[in-house]
């Protein structure tokens, strides 16, 4: 009896599970766009100070020139952007992921050894993130897909 049901159940998920593949690269640039943004987010208000912790009374913004919290910033501020639209994401993904790394193991690392424990755990997820997109690529909704297209017709 057991394998009827099991049978049943792969015929009745067959369509729900094909649904959920064809999604997946628009979920894939979601993903995209909401990483990109939030990283973005975070180096404006690095620079800018006008979101984010720097616009709060007692932080101020990166010092211009100021290794490595300006470059920094201007990756995330950067690289966020155009992981976001998807132009030049891979490359602009892995620069990103390696900032993230780079922080994470400057910043965080000597504190403790698990993300949770030394504060880390955000530059710990953005750095495996953009990794991710380095090798899934932009998504079905992208600039870099949008000018292969103009380029090939």
Known sequence: MLPTSLAH??????????RAETAGPYVLSLFRVV???LLACHGFGALFGLIGPAAGPQ??????GSWPLWYAAVIELVGGTLVMLGLGSRTAALLCSGAMAYAYFDTHASQGV????NG????AFYAWAFL?????????LSLDRLLRRR???
């Not at 932080?59 to 211009?64: K, Q």
């Not at 880390?120 to 530059?123: D, K, L, M």
Request: glycine share 10%; hydrophobic share 50%.
């Open 9 to 18: 159940f792969a015929e009745q998920s067959a369509p729900k599970v094909r």
């Open 35 to 37: 990483v990109g943004l």
């Open 59 to 64: 932080i101020d913004t990166v010092a211009f």
């Open 114 to 117: 698990l993300p949770l424990d």
């Open 120 to 123: 880390g755990e955000t530059a």
């Open 132 to 140: 991710l997109l380095v090798f899934t690529g932009p998504g079905a």
């Open 151 to 153: 380029r090939a017709s």
